[in-house]
């Protein structure tokens, strides 16, 4: 958001979305959904299929600890 040059208050009214909700996406907390991604895109510029990727590749990262977790729970 330093590069946009906003904060999460005004990307907050820029989207319509809540500042704890921009919070829990930031930290991970809450997914992004379609419909915060086309927000998003129109408030910042960034493509929507960027909002995408870093979502899936989130999700992706979190699904392979788990798993990594689970192997050594096992494993002990």
């Given at each position: ?14 989207t ?61």
């Open positions: 958001m330093e590069s946009l040059g906003m904060g999460q208050r005004e990307l907050a009214n820029r319509g979305l809540t500042v704890q909700s921009l919070h829990g996406i930031f930290k991970g907390e809450q997914p992004i959904t379609c419909e915060t991604v086309n927000r998003l895109e129109l408030a910042t510029g960034v493509r929507a299929c960027l909002w995408n990727n870093l979502e899936v590749q989130y999700l992706d990262q979190l699904s392979k600890l788990e798993e990594r977790q689970r192997l050594e729970t096992t494993l002990d």
